[in-house]
């Protein structure tokens, strides 16, 4: 029901959209998010935008770099992705969950569904 699309293999310091469509539900009824996860690490929480798209969240380390947006008319989730290093390197998921965006990198509990991810690998 989430289809990420967008990722690819770049070079340190290049750009990449990710996409997120959503079929089978709709998402201005979530606050949608993007987590990733590199080889042998847990899943972590990238960034988060709630419902209406006031309000955006980004974990320390890609803030400024990274954007996420929204349109719930097209049903579909953004993330660029700018100044790409090589820690960023990982598959990213989108997902959409019932709490709000504020809470949705500590509550994951409560994702209601899971994107199947997308794969950035960055060279440096």
């Known amino acids: 029901q989430l289809q990420a699309s967008g990722g690819g293999l770049v070079q340190a310091g290049d750009s990449l959209r990710l996409s997120c469509a959503a079929s089978?539900?709709?998402?201005?009824?979530?606050?949608m998010g993007w987590f990733r996860q590199a080889p042998g690490k847990e899943r972590e929480f990238v960034a988060a935008?709630?419902?209406?798209?006031?309000?955006?969240y980004y974990e320390d380390s890609v803030k400024g770099r990274f954007a996420i947006a929204r349109d719930n008319a097209e049903n579909t989730v953004y993330l660029q992705l700018n100044n790409l290093k090589s820690q960023d390197t990982a598959v990213y998921y989108c997902?959409?969950?019932?709490?709000?965006?504020?809470?949705?990198?500590?509550?994951?509990?409560?994702?209601?569904?899971w994107g199947q991810g997308t794969q950035v690998t960055v060279s440096s």
């Open positions: 997902a959409a969950s019932g709490t709000t965006a504020q809470y949705m990198g500590h509550l994951t509990q409560y994702i209601n569904f």
């Open positions: 935008i709630s419902r209406m798209g006031l309000d955006t």
């Open positions: 089978e539900l709709t998402i201005s009824n979530y606050a």
